[in-house]
């Protein structure tokens, strides 16, 4: 089974701290996603890569970079962070020609005090 | 701006019973439509999917309803289950892997 983990469920932090979320997939899957996920807005797209060392804008990028050094890693960084990034954050991969299904962790709990 | 639009937010459903849940589209370029279950304390996992060359798709007990001219789909749980209970979120994208996502409904079947 693939298999996405993500560093931590829980994390607190204080507002203007920098904040590095990590994922790891083992399926050798050239794309990789971050979303984050809040009550009665869904899931929204901040950044995916579809290589290493490549990156592209999602629907919701203010805030959040990203770093793809190895393949099965990909980071989302939040330069300072803010209450207003108190969220859910999943991290998802795919392979190219698998259309649509992707694979998700389980999620980081972020809060921001 | 949300480009899928998913309702009802919740809905509650007795054992046996149909949930059915709603989604619209504008982008007319989406051309794969996927439907994600996730429990609590879990990621969304892929549960069903349609491309709008077909009306219907049935996989057990969930079908996918997509309507082309309205530019609507919904999923259809027939005899639901405890086991159903969950959120489930349709999604739409024009190169199969950058998904945009309705805002969710939370589903409740009662025993």
């Known amino acids: 089974d693939v298999k996405v983990t993500q560093s931590s469920r829980y994390l607190v932090k204080r507002t203007g701290e920098k904040v590095f979320l990590e994922c790891v997939q083992d399926?050798?899957?050239?794309?990789m996603f971050w979303y984050r996920q809040d009550p009665g807005l869904g899931l929204r797209l901040i950044y995916f890569?579809?290589?290493?060392?490549?990156?592209e804008k999602g629907d919701i990028p203010e805030g959040y970079s990203v770093s793809r050094e190895k393949k099965e890693r990909f980071s989302l960084i939040l330069e300072s962070a803010s209450t207003n990034q108190t969220s859910m954050y999943l991290c998802?991969?795919?392979?190219?020609?698998?259309?649509?299904?992707?694979?998700f962790g389980s999620g980081t709990q972020l809060s921001v005090l | 701006q949300q480009q899928v639009k998913q309702s009802p937010q919740s809905l509650i459903v007795q054992k046996g019973g149909i949930s059915i849940i709603n989604c619209a589209y504008e982008?007319?370029?989406?051309?794969?439509f996927p439907w994600y279950q996730q429990f609590p304390g879990k990621g969304p996992a892929l549960l069903i999917a349609?491309?709008?060359?077909?009306s219907e798709k049935k996989e057990g007990r969930f079908t996918i309803s997509f309507n082309k001219s309205a530019k609507q789909f919904s999923l259809h749980i027939m005899d639901s289950q405890p086991g159903d209970s969950a959120t489930y979120f349709c999604?739409?994208?024009?190169?199969?892997?950058?998904?945009?996502f309705g805002a969710g409904t939370t589903v409740t079947v009662r025993a």
């Open positions: 998802a991969s795919t392979t190219l020609g698998v259309v649509g299904k992707l694979f």
């Open positions: 399926m050798d899957h050239e794309n």
């Open positions: 890569s579809y290589d290493v060392k490549m990156k």
């Open positions: 982008n007319t370029a989406f051309d794969y």
């Open positions: 349609i491309r709008p060359d077909v």
């Open positions: 999604a739409a994208s024009t190169r199969g892997y950058k998904l945009s």
